[in-house]
Every structure is written in structure tokens, then in C-alpha cells.
């Protein structure tokens, strides 16, 4: 929910915060990041490590030790666990544009409801990874670049795709 005070952080964290160097560079970079994103989002655990370039909303909760990578963009309810690593450009949608009524052109259909997406703990996000709305990642899960996620994936399963399937279990 977007708080006039939330807007605030977010407006200074766009304009400062986000285009900082990398966290690689210095953790003052990192520290930063972290400063601006806890006062914007539901929740942030500890030592999350927000990217250059990293845009989210306010519906955004992060366990400890996770991620979001350079330039990636999560919108909408999203759940992230713990020790979760996100690769650069990252798209993450909870919502879609209504599409029903062959009459009327989708730009005037307005969205669909919100569907929150869930990532489990010790999740790996590849490169370019979308993930639809509504998905549920589970734990331990390997999601390979580029693949498009549009439903839930078990535990401990490296997926990869377009769209996304399971391709074998951690582990096997």
C-alpha cells in the first residue's frame, strides 16, 4: 500500500539510492540501498542486498539473506524467503491486463485481479527469469535464465523454459 510517506522514500530512493554503483563496488553502495528499501517495503529481513537499478512496490516482503538483482523490477505482492539469489533482470508480475471481452479493446478492460507470487527459501533466479502471477516457487528450487514461469514449481526442482517445466530434482 502506498503510504504518503512510503511515496517519499520511494521518490528519493529513485532518485539517489537506485543508481548508485553496484554493491561489488563498496558496501556503503549496499548500505544505502538497504537504508531507503526497508522504509518502502511490507518487510526486510537482515543483510538483503538490493541492486542497481532495482525497482519494487510497497507490497514486497524479503527474508534475510536474499537478493534482488541489477535492474530487476517486482511489482505487487510478492513474497521472497531466505538465502534467496536473484540474477540481473528479474521480472516479477502479480497482475495481468483483462483480455475477456473481444469486444472492447484490452487497453480499456482496465487489469485482472492481483495474484500474490510466493519464492521459497534457498531459491536460485537465473538471468531474465519472469515469473507470472499467482506462482508459487518452492523451496530449494534452480530457476535456469531466461525460462518463464507460469505455475507453481515443487521444491527442489531445476526448472528452465518457455514456458517453464521441470527439468530434473536437486540433488538426482
Known sequence: ??????????????????????????????????????????????????????????????????GIGIKCELYGKITIGNDVLMGPEVIIYTQNHCTRDKNKSIISQGYDDMKPVSIGNDVWIGRRVMIMPGCKIGNGCVIAAGAVVTKNMPDYTIVGGVPARVLKKRGS
Open 1 to 66: 500500500m502506498w503510504t504518503k510517506k512510503k511515496k517519499i522514500y520511494f521518490i528519493l530512493y529513485s532518485l539517489t539510492a537506485k543508481w548508485l554503483p553496484e554493491s561489488r563496488h563498496s558496501s556503503f553502495f549496499k548500505k544505502t540501498r538497504q537504508f531507503w528499501t526497508k522504509y518502502i517495503i511490507s518487510s526486510m529481513g537482515r543483510n538483503v542486498n538490493v541492486e542497481k537499478g532495482a525497482h519494487f512496490t510497497p507490497e514486497l516482503s524479503i527474508g534475510n539473506n536474499s
